[in-house]
C-alpha cells in the first residue's frame, strides 16, 4: 500500500512539473552596436511563482526602460495568457555578451547571448547647407 502512494505521489509531481510554464528570452536583434539599444522580452504563459530579479543584467546592460504587462484571450473555448517583462537596454562594453538566465520562482529562463560590436562614430558633413537630417 505504501509503495502506491509512492507511486501516486511521484506521478502527482511530475504532472505539476509538466504544468510549469517555461520562460521564453527572445531579443529583437542577433547583434547591436555599444550605445545602441535594443529589447530583451522575457515571456510566459502562466504567472510565476515568485516576482523575478532582473538586477544580475545590470552587470552588462544599462537598462533605459521596462514595462511588465499581460495579454489574454478567450479563442473558441481555450484560454490563453502571455505575461511579459519587456526592457530597453544598451550594452556596456564590446563582446559576445551573455544574457543570464534568471529565476521565476520554480522557474529559470535560459541565458541568451548577444553580440556587440564596436560603434562607429561617423559624422555628418555640416559644411555644406543641404543636409537637413543625418541618420545612421
Given at each position: 500500500m505504501k509503495f502506491r502512494k509512492v507511486i501516486l505521489f511521484l506521478l502527482l509531481w511530475q504532472a505539476v512539473l509538466a504544468?510549469?510554464?517555461?520562460?521564453?528570452?527572445?531579443?529583437d536583434?542577433?547583434?547591436v552596436r555599444?550605445?545602441?539599444s535594443f529589447q530583451i522580452t522575457?515571456?510566459?504563459?502562466?504567472d510565476p511563482d515568485a516576482n523575478p530579479d532582473f538586477s544580475p543584467l545590470?552587470?552588462?546592460?544599462?537598462?533605459?526602460d521596462?514595462?511588465?504587462?499581460?495579454t489574454s484571450s478567450w479563442v473558441n473555448g481555450v484560454s490563453n495568457t502571455t505575461i511579459q517583462w519587456t526592457f530597453d537596454v544598451m550594452a556596456k562594453h564590446v563582446g559576445n555578451l551573455l544574457i543570464p538566465a534568471l529565476r521565476?520562482?520554480?522557474?529559470?529562463?535560459?541565458?541568451?547571448?548577444i553580440e556587440v560590436t564596436e560603434g562607429k562614430n561617423v559624422q555628418p558633413d555640416v559644411t555644406t547647407n543641404d543636409a537637413?537630417?543625418?541618420l545612421e
Open positions: 504544468v510549469a510554464a517555461p520562460i521564453k528570452v527572445e531579443v536583434r542577433k547583434a555599444v550605445n545602441e522575457f515571456s510566459t504563459s502562466e545590470e552587470k552588462d546592460f544599462v537598462i533605459i521596462r514595462n511588465h504587462g499581460s521565476f520562482g520554480s522557474e529559470t529562463s535560459p541565458a541568451k547571448t537637413e537630417l543625418f
